[in-house]
C-alpha cells in the first residue's frame, strides 16, 4: 500500500522529497493572519518556505522529512530561487 507521499510524488511530477535531512536554521515571521516559516537545512543554500495560521515549535537542529518544489520569488526588485514546501514532518 502506497503512503500519502508516495501519492504525491505520482499525481505531482514537479515535488520533490527528502528524508531525514538537518535543519540548521528556522525563522517565524507574523505577516498578516499568517505565520511564514523559512528553513535553511544543511549543504544547501536555498531557503525552504512555508506559511502556516499560527506559530511552531522550533525546528532547528532537527531532523526532518520534507515535501516541496522549486519556485522563485520576488525579493527588494531581484528573483532569487526558493523551494516551496507542501509537507514538512519531524523524522
Not at 505531482?12 to 517565524?28: A, F, N, P, R, W
Not at 525552504?48 to 522549486?70: C, D, E, I, P
Not at 532569487?80 to 519531524?90: A, Q, T, Y
Request: aromatic residues 8%.
Amino acid at each position: 500500500m502506497k503512503s500519502n507521499v508516495d501519492k504525491m510524488l505520482v499525481k505531482h511530477d514537479q515535488l520533490i522529497h527528502s528524508e531525514g535531512v538537518k535543519v540548521c536554521s528556522h525563522t517565524q515571521r507574523m505577516k498578516d493572519d499568517w505565520v511564514l516559516h523559512t528553513v535553511m537545512i544543511d549543504n544547501c543554500d536555498t531557503p525552504f518556505t512555508f506559511k502556516r495560521t499560527k506559530k511552531y515549535k522550533s525546528l532547528s537542529g532537527a531532523s526532518v522529512n520534507m515535501t516541496y518544489y522549486a519556485d522563485k520569488q520576488g525579493i527588494a526588485g531581484f528573483e532569487m530561487d526558493i523551494f516551496k514546501v507542501v509537507r514538512i514532518k519531524r523524522s
